[in-house]
């Protein structure tokens, strides 16, 4: 409505961010395009939540990418550290993904 187009996004400053943070008490708002770049997640399930950069949530997993651990998507290297940019299958704890790669589907 109304008041979103007033709504400073946080992560370029401009007005009209119309996604609020999901955490209650939270009230960092941005737009869709400038989530990537904000490190910010937005669920396309369920109940169709954001989360900014502190409150997002994170994989419940114990797996680490190793030096040669490539994204099955693109078959490029996701680097040997977990990180914003990086994510594992929940079920095998195997395949990885970058998650720009995984996005595409999203979107």
């Known amino acids: 409505g109304l008041l979103c187009s ?3 996004c ?4 401009n007005v009209g961010a119309t996604i609020t943070c ?4 939270c009230h960092r708002s941005f737009h869709l395009p400038c989530a990537s770049e904000g490190e910010c997640v937005t669920q396309y399930f369920g109940q169709f ?14 797996a680490a990418p190793t030096q040669d651990s490539t994204c099955i998507v693109c078959m490029e290297p996701v680097g040997d550290s977990r990180s914003y940019s990086t994510m594992v299958c929940p079920a095998c704890q195997h395949a990885w993904f970058h998650r720009a790669c995984i996005q595409v589907g999203a979107l």
């Open 6 to 8: 007033f709504q400073h």
């Open 10 to 13: 946080f992560v370029c400053g």
């Open 22 to 25: 999901a955490e209650s008490g």
């Open 49 to 62: 939540r954001s989360f900014c950069w502190e409150h997002r949530p994170q994989q419940a997993v114990e």
